[in-house]
């Protein structure tokens, strides 16, 4: 009989994905040749992502063994993708191997803290192996079909100026240029970039205007060039399968594109976890207008601390009691103080929003409601334990 991963240690697992993550994507920049710490802010964001995802792929796998076949069209993706930024494929499967030892002796260390019983623990060491050998081998056949597509003349020009675009600080702009001319693709003065999420529809290939550049990583974004590059980019799911996740960046001077990437993946994880709404099928998620989500909940463990010190005192209501006095006093804090526009918002009399915040200032301190500066950051650790609180109870996507 398969021994059986406790609940607590799989949710504790889940819990501690973002830490694993970064410490995974610090040990494969500092010990794998080709992934350098020196390497640019979109390149680190790009690696930790994946890590992210393919430590989700495998929670998902021990959830329901039927997720493999998303496993393996998402590994793949990622050995295209290595490929085509110029990395080795020895590096991409040293890099696998080291989140494997690592992922493997972080949840050993806590299985034994949790008192997880051996035979399980030795099983969750085997999975961790498996699932490494499986991603590695797919990863490594992406790879080789993005190496063999590598030497169509229009695909190598579109490949250099993606990576100029992306992966260089600072191109010259004659060889910008260059690039530009030989990817049939003038450089527009303004562009959006839009994410995806190939769900439900991996194999499928986006169907996109002739001016939208799709090139060495036309598995993960496209970029809309011109001056309504966000309105065009906010239609992009016309443009995909209707089941695909689609999130339109900012538009942004062509010299900043990574920025509207970053945007649009980050808004895109949050999408992925449900603490954002998904678009009807067939339209995007416009980053711009989750952009307080997006940037509170960049680098959660940094906010971590700043949400426990001001939102401790809430432990000792009922989680019905907390959920409405942090959307009380985040109304009322967003309205001024003003007890008869956050009444009108929240759709209740003014007296009832009055004892609520009597209430909020006998648990949370007077001086939090009062003093500006703490109420800038008592706004801040609300809206984040606002919007975490959407999340899935799984990082499984689809």
Not at 360 to 378: I, K, M, N, Q, T
Request: charged fraction near 25%.
């Amino acid at each position: 009989m398969t021994p059986r991963v406790p609940d607590v240690l799989t949710s504790s697992m889940r819990d501690d994905l973002p830490a694993l993550a970064d410490a995974i994507a610090w040990g494969i920049e500092t010990t794998v040749p080709g992934y350098a710490s020196g390497a640019d802010t979109w390149q680190r964001d790009e690696l930790r992502r994946v890590v992210m995802h393919t430590l989700g792929d495998f929670l998902g796998h021990l959830a329901d063994p039927a997720h493999a076949c998303d496993v393996i069209e998402a590994s793949r993706r990622v050995g295209r993708g290595e490929q085509r930024i110029g990395r080795s494929a020895d590096a991409m499967h040293a890099a696998y191997w080291i989140g494997a030892r690592l992922s493997w002796r972080r949840w050993t260390d806590l299985g034994q803290t949790l008192g997880t019983p051996l035979p399980a623990v030795y099983w969750l060491g085997d999975a961790v192996l498996a699932h490494a050998c499986e991603v590695a081998h797919w990863a490594a056949d992406g790879y080789a079909s993005a190496q063999a597509l590598a030497g169509e003349p229009l695909v190598r020009a579109r490949n250099r100026l993606l990576y100029l675009l992306f992966s260089v600080s600072d191109a010259p702009s004659d060889a910008l240029a260059d690039a530009a001319r030989a990817a049939r693709w003038p450089i527009p003065e303004t562009a959006a970039v839009v994410a995806f999420d190939r769900r439900g529809a991996p194999s499928d290939e986006p169907v996109v205007p002739p001016d939208v550049l799709s090139g060495p990583t036309d598995d993960a974004f496209l970029v809309v060039p011109g001056a309504h590059a966000a309105e065009r980019a906010a239609d992009a799911g016309g443009w995909v399968p209707p089941s695909w996740l689609v999130i339109a960046g900012p538009a942004v001077p062509v010299a900043n594109l990574r920025s509207s990437l970053r945007v649009a993946r980050n808004c895109l994880e949050l999408v992925r976890r449900g603490i954002l709404p998904p678009p009807p099928p067939g339209t995007a998620v416009r980053s711009t207008d989750h952009l307080d989500a997006v940037l509170l909940l960049r680098d959660e463990a940094v906010l971590g601390p700043l949400v426990d010190r001001h939102l401790r005192p809430l432990a000792r209501l009922t989680a019905k009691q907390q959920d409405r006095m942090v959307d009380t006093v985040l109304v009322w804090l967003n309205c001024g103080g003003r007890v008869a526009s956050a009444a009108a918002r929240l759709g209740v009399h003014p007296q009832t929003v009055h004892h609520r915040i009597r209430q909020a200032r006998a648990v949370l301190g007077e001086e939090a409601l009062r003093d500006p500066a703490h109420r800038l950051e008592l706004e801040m650790a609300l809206r984040v334990r606002q919007l975490l609180r959407r999340r899935k109870p799984t990082l499984r996507d689809g």
